[in-house]
């Protein structure tokens, strides 16, 4: 419940300010709402094409003490004047919109750019000139390929953090040539930041600037055939959910030697909220949000989903519960990889205090249960019915 004696990292009381949060119906947005409506007392302007994932907070019951907090607002940000009139009536602005699965950034790499560049201009442009306050989500995918890839495998110096550890205020942008059109989404995004800053730079705008490193957790993505289109491909989580559910090999692209670190989504909105409620530690940062301290390879997370998949839903795994796919056949011409993503901390330690809490093990035993739940009946239905004639 919001409490009145809520205050900041420095002691002062928290005003409550209304927030216009755009793209506030996908997977981020949807937690960053409902921790907004529970625990704090600000108000949403909720902008999106979608409110599926949100339904739960627009309608619940009267007794919701948020209903009057929380407003949706179905709007599509490319051609729509009623935002400028949205912004201006906020005090801050969120920017989650974007299209940011992998599949799309090689086959639909027009949409990609125009949706995390083009579309974004208006939000800044309107934050800019209106002197409102703008936290814009970019990628920890910016930062593209480490230092250390470049060296031959066995080369002593890919062990040296100097050549992996990804800073903010330090770590180059490298992506692969313009045909691996993979890096689509990471260009747009870097220009973007860019613009943000510059904007901040010669125009006085607040800012910051949000790089998510694999944040995972319930309601991310769609199950294909379920509650997305049957040929869609989603991020790796939805991906080997939806193996695991139909209980088929998880696919391993060009052998899943590619390493992430994963972070619960729960923690990682923690991180946001010290970010809302803290503008003079957050103003004009850029913050690296993930946790360094689960790093696996795409194979180990497949073993580790098989095996939790296993405890939380009671059935055995498959005897080969993964296979080798090639990048080509999975994502299609185009397609590129991150070697290695470990965000260094330092800056959001020192200006926010924040550090992130769940185990790998931990995250992935509540989001399959919570993925067993939602989606196990469902599937069960839709692979016993007769193929039509
Ligand atoms: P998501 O796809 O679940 O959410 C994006 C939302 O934006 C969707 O609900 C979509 O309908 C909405 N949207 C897109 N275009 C729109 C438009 N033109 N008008 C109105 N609404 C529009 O993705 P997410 O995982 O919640 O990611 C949110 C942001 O964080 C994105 O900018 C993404 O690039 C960034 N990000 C996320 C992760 C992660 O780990 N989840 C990692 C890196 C970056
Ligand atoms: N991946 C995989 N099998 C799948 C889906 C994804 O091996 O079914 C790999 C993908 O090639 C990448 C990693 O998993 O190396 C993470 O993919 P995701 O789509 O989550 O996004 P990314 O972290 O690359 O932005």
Redesign the pocket.
């Known amino acids: 419940m919001a409490s009145a004696a809520r205050v900041d990292l420095d002691g002062n009381p928290i005003k409550p300010i209304t927030i216009c949060m755009i793209g506030a119906g996908g997977f981020i947005g949807s937690h960053l709402c409902e921790k907004l409506m529970v625990e704090t007392p600000h108000k949403v302007l909720a902008v999106d094409v979608y409110n599926d994932k949100i339904k739960h907070l627009l309608e619940g019951p009267a007794s919701h003490p948020w209903l009057d907090r929380i407003q949706f607002h179905r709007i599509n940000i490319k051609n729509d004047s009623r935002l400028e009139g949205l912004i201006k009536m906020s005090d801050l602005t969120i920017n989650l919109a974007a299209i940011c ?3 799309d950034y090689n086959t639909r790499p027009l949409d990609t750019i125009y949706s995390n560049f083009i579309d974004a201009l208006p939000v800044v442009k309107y934050c800019s000139e209106n002197n409102k306050r703008l936290i814009h989500f970019s990628t920890c ?1 910016v930062y593209g390929k480490t230092i250390g890839s470049f060296l031959p495998a066995d080369h002593p110096l890919r062990q040296d953090p100097a050549y992996f550890i990804l800073k903010e205020d330090a770590s180059p942008c490298i992506f692969g040539p313009i045909e691996k059109q993979r890096w689509s989404y990471a260009c747009a995004k870097q220009l973007i930041e860019r613009l943000v800053y510059a904007e901040g730079a010669e125009n006085g705008l607040e800012f910051t600037i949000v790089r998510p490193f ?1 944040w995972i957790g319930p309601r991310m993505d769609f199950i294909p055939g379920i509650d997305g289109p049957s040929e869609g ?5 939805a ?2 959910s939806n ?1 695991l559910l139909r209980h088929e090999p ?5 052998g ?1 030697q ?1 390493q ?1 670190t994963f972070v619960y989504i729960k923690d990682a909105i923690e991180a946001v909220l010290l970010m809302i409620e803290n503008p003079a530690r957050a103003n004009g940062h850029i913050f690296n949000v993930g946790n360094p301290n689960n790093e696996v390879t ?1 194979r180990q997370l ?1 073993e580790m989903m098989t095996e939790v998949y296993s405890k939380v839903s009671g059935e055995p795994p498959l005897e080969s519960p993964t296979i080798d ?1 090639s ?1 080509k056949e ?2 299609g011409e185009g397609y590129d ?2 070697d290695k ?1 470990i965000p260094d901390m330092t800056i959001i330690n020192k200006q926010l205090g924040w550090n992130p809490k769940t185990s790998l093990w931990d995250l992935l035993e509540s989001t399959l249960t919570y993925q067993h739940r939602t989606y196990a009946e469902a599937i069960k239905q839709v692979t016993s019915k007769p193929l039509a004639s």
């Open positions: 699965t992998p599949a995918e694999n491909v989603p991020r790796v989580l991906c080997f193996n998880l696919k391993l692209v060009d899943g590619s992430r795409v497949a796919v990048s999975f994502y990889d991150s993503r």
